[in-house]
T-cell receptor, first 111, second 112 residues
Framework: GQQVMQIPQYQHVQEGEDFTTYCNSS?????IQWYKQRPGGHPVFLIQ?????EVKKQKRLTFQFGEAKKNSSLHITATQTTDVGTYFC???????????FGTGTRLQVTL | NAGVMQNPRHLVRRRGQEARLRCSPM?????VYWYRQLPEEGLKFMVY????????ESGMPKERFSAEFPKEGPSILRIQQVVRGDSAAYFC??????????FGPGTRLTVT
């Protein structure tokens, strides 16, 4: 079955440092979505990428979808303590009805 | 527009009892998904439903677990004869067109 892996599993940064999480799927994705889950909270939708090679920005967050539509990345510039949480990528394959979530990257930011 | 609602937020059951988890999707959303999350782990898809139909239940255990989304009322995830291994957070999400998903606050199930 489809597998979506993320690396790293965990990262601890100082506030102000940059952070990147990478998402790799075993199969081609029709689109990729990113979610953030704060500790003790629920996943919150951040963004969706559809086109091969697409890049989208949200303030300090930059999202990329790979040319082969099998990988994606999320880059945060100058992290803040409010960025703490687990970031999940998720994707649909073809006409599949279910969204497969990645393994997640937990980000810890300290002053 | 109220978000996805789930109740109860916390549920404690003894082994062998039944657990019923409820989910009211966002207004206008006809697609409902259930996920299970163990502590410090990812989200595991369980089932995808539309009104009165189960579309994909490939993530549901074959026994003791069932889900429904009736024409009227919330979606229900039912776990019969709970065991300790069922302890987890269960999240419901809804979607307008099967695209981005909006999650509820979750139900934390503890089996004692």
């Amino acid at each position: 079955g489809q597998q979506v892996m993320q690396i790293p599993q965990y990262q601890h940064v100082q506030e102000g440092e940059d952070f990147t999480t990478y998402c790799n799927s075993s199969t081609t994705l029709s689109n990729i979505q990113w979610y953030k889950q704060r500790p003790g909270g629920h996943p919150v939708f951040l963004i969706q990428l559809v086109k091969s090679g697409e890049v989208k920005k949200q303030k300090r967050l930059t999202f990329q979808f790979g040319e082969a539509k099998k990988n994606s990345s999320l880059h945060i510039t100058a992290t803040q303590t409010t960025d703490v949480g687990t970031y999940f990528c998720a994707g649909y394959t073809g006409t599949a009805s279910k969204l497969t979530f990645g393994t997640g990257t937990r980000l810890q930011v300290t002053l | 527009n109220a978000g996805v609602m789930q109740n109860p937020r916390h549920l404690v059951r003894r082994r062998g009892q039944e657990a019923r988890l409820r989910c009211s999707p966002m207004k206008g959303h006809s697609h409902v998904y259930w996920y299970r999350q163990l502590p410090e782990e990812g989200l595991k898809f369980m089932v995808y439903l539309q009104k009165e139909n189960i579309i994909d239940e490939s993530g549901m255990p074959k026994e003791r677990f069932s889900a429904e989304f009736p024409k009227e009322g919330p979606s229900i995830l039912r776990i019969q004869q709970v065991v300790r291994g069922d302890s987890a957070a269960y999240f419901c999400a809804s979607s307008p067109l099967g695209s981005e998903q909006y999650f509820g606050p979750g139900t934390r199930l503890t089996v004692t």
